[in-house]
């Protein structure tokens, strides 16, 4: 399984990105897609996930902002951000994994892209 992640970049507060995550192959039904952020001297958070059964969930940091959607046919999963801030920029990391109960285990990981919030 490999996943490319894109659509990084620099854009001012309050603005929007969407980000897109390719997957390899037919996964996208099959299994949970995640998105996870790391800023600098911080650790991984995972803050949205899209399970096969289409449910979504958000951390609150990103609720009401942040989408997360997916386009089965195009094997991709997409990360539309809204109302950016600086405390948003970070690398931007996509996965796929499976649940078990309602905690979400990433398997595979893209390579990050950037994105950087600043006026």
């Known amino acids: 399984v490999q996943l490319q992640a894109s659509g990084g970049g620099l854009v001012q507060p309050g603005g929007s990105l969407k980000l897109s995550c390719a997957a390899s192959g037919s996964i996208l039904p099959l299994n949970t897609m995640g998105w996870h952020r790391q800023a600098p001297g911080k650790q991984r958070e995972l803050f949205a996930t899209l399970s096969r059964g289409g449910n979504t969930n958000y951390a609150d940091s990103v609720k009401g902002r942040f989408t997360i959607s997916a386009d089965n046919a195009k094997d991709t999963v997409y990360l539309q951000m809204n109302s950016l801030q600086p405390s948003d920029t970070a690398v931007y990391y996509c996965?796929?994994?499976?649940?078990?109960?309602?905690?979400?285990?990433?398997?595979?990981w893209g390579q990050g892209t950037q994105v950087t919030v600043s006026s």
């Open positions: 996965s796929t994994g499976h649940n078990i109960g309602t905690y979400y285990y990433p398997d595979y």
